[in-house]
């Protein structure tokens, strides 16, 4: 068989939301797209903003000499420099142009880090639940991912983290706001953490994974993971925060307070390049420098949030509103969540089951559906949870 058994298990393994996506390709052939109500992809569904797609314009039009050729492994110094000056901006922190890798968004930048620091054996703590994906980069690089639980209400837990620590504890993956359960951690949890990996006397990297840092809610903010923990590489991209996840742009900023810089950004450069990447699209590197401060608007994600929470709870289910990035994370009324999520899916209303997230009991509905879309779900979400047995409910 040409296919490796390693690639073999984890096809079989892998992410419902890929099954969940094929499921809606396939009942919308069935049943006609009208009848069908897809939560199951973090796919933004607004245009980036003019100003980005007008930057992209003038980009492609300038024909400067020498723009399609290869460049240094890290990206345009100059787009570099722009990153690091806006994230000692908001970080308190001074990064420079050789603490930024440009990235094949934030996906290729956790593998990049990921690359330079793994040994085969070193593990890397993950949080329950978490994004599917992370185990198989963390196994790209030969590394173990070792899950732990969060607490009651989804956020970091120091002690068990601290109870989690070997002497092969390479790495922690955090990721706020968070995919799947839209929790964003708050000053006294990173500060927390920072004590607890002061204590384990190891270099223990955080890698921070912010792709939904622009989408927090009820006029909150995400505390910068960097500004309370030392030992942070940032993973980054403008895949949601500006809507164009297609065009695979984003960064690797390695923290100034970071032991063994200098090493790091050697190896990180050299991983960037021989992942196979070589560097992150120069067309979209030159159109960030003119972008860095554009962002699309979370309002519309807040309203279908609160639309569709204040719906579900009026059925009867229990359903958290999410702080931050743009997912539900629902739980379930019976606790098998594939079986709820066979019953949504009957009633044309597709989702993710928590089980795919490492969390049995849960199912995951990303916003990024229209409005009115939601507000049509909404019977599909009704009638399912009345034809639950009784003794299920
Ligand atoms: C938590 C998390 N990290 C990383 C990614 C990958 O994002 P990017 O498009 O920036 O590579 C995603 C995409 O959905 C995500 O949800």
């Known amino acids: 068989m040409p296919v490796s058994k390693t690639i073999a298990s984890q096809l079989e393994n892998a992410s419902w939301i890929r ?17 069908v109500f897809d939560f199951s992809l973090g796919n933004p569904d607004v245009e980036p903003p003019p100003a980005v797609l007008e930057a992209l314009r003038r980009v492609a039009a300038g024909n400067l000499p020498g723009m399609h050729g290869y460049m240094p492994n890290p ?22 142009a050789e603490d930024v890798f440009m990235t094949v968004g934030s996906a290729g930048a956790c593998n990049v880090i990921l690359k330079s620091i793994l040994d085969p054996g070193d593990e890397v703590l993950v ?52 995919n799947p359960t839209g929790q964003v951690y708050p000053e006294r949890v990173l500060r927390d953490l920072q004590a607890v990996l002061e204590r384990s006397g190891q270099p223990i990297t955080v890698i921070s994974d912010e792709p939904y840092k622009a989408f927090v809610y009820d006029g909150g903010h995400q505390p910068e993971v960097a500004s309370f923990i030392a030992q942070t590489a940032i993973c980054n991209s403008w895949s949601k925060s500006l809507g164009l996840p297609g065009e695979r742009i984003g960064y690797l900023a390695l923290s100034p307070q970071l032991e063994d810089r200098e090493a790091l950004r050697r190896a990180c450069a050299f991983s960037n390049r021989i992942l196979g990447f070589i560097n992150a699209p120069a067309i979209w590197q030159r159109v960030m420098l003119e972008s860095l401060d554009e ?11 609160n639309l569709l929470c204040d719906a579900l709870q009026a059925i009867g289910y229990e359903a958290r509103r999410p702080e ?53 779900s909404i019977g599909g979400f009704e009638r399912a949870f009345l034809a639950l047995p009784r003794q299920e409910s």
Do not use: C, W
């Open 19 to 35: 099954r969940m996506f094929e499921e809606g390709v396939r009942l919308k052939r069935e049943r006609g797209a009208e009848a």
């Open 75 to 96: 990206g345009y110094t100059q787009v570099r420099e722009a990153v690091a000056h806006k994230l000692s901006r908001e970080t308190g922190l001074s990064f420079t």
């Open 127 to 178: 949080l329950m639940p978490f994004f599917p994906e992370y185990q198989f980069y963390i196994s790209n690089h030969g590394g173990r991912m070792v899950p732990v639980e969060t607490d009651a209400a989804f956020l970091p837990d120091a002690e068990r983290i601290q109870a989690a620590i070997t002497p092969r504890t390479r790495a922690l993956i955090l990721n706020t706001p968070n």
């Open 295 to 305: 962002a699309i608007d979370p309002a519309p994600y807040e309203r279908k949030r």
């Open 324 to 376: 931050g990035s743009f997912y539900v994370f629902l739980k379930t009324p019976i606790p098998d969540d594939i079986a709820f999520t066979q019953r949504l899916a009957a009633e044309g209303v597709l989702a993710v089951p928590g089980t795919g997230f490492g969390r049995s009991g849960y199912i995951r509905l990303s916003l990024t559906i229209p409005i009115e879309r939601i507000q049509k």
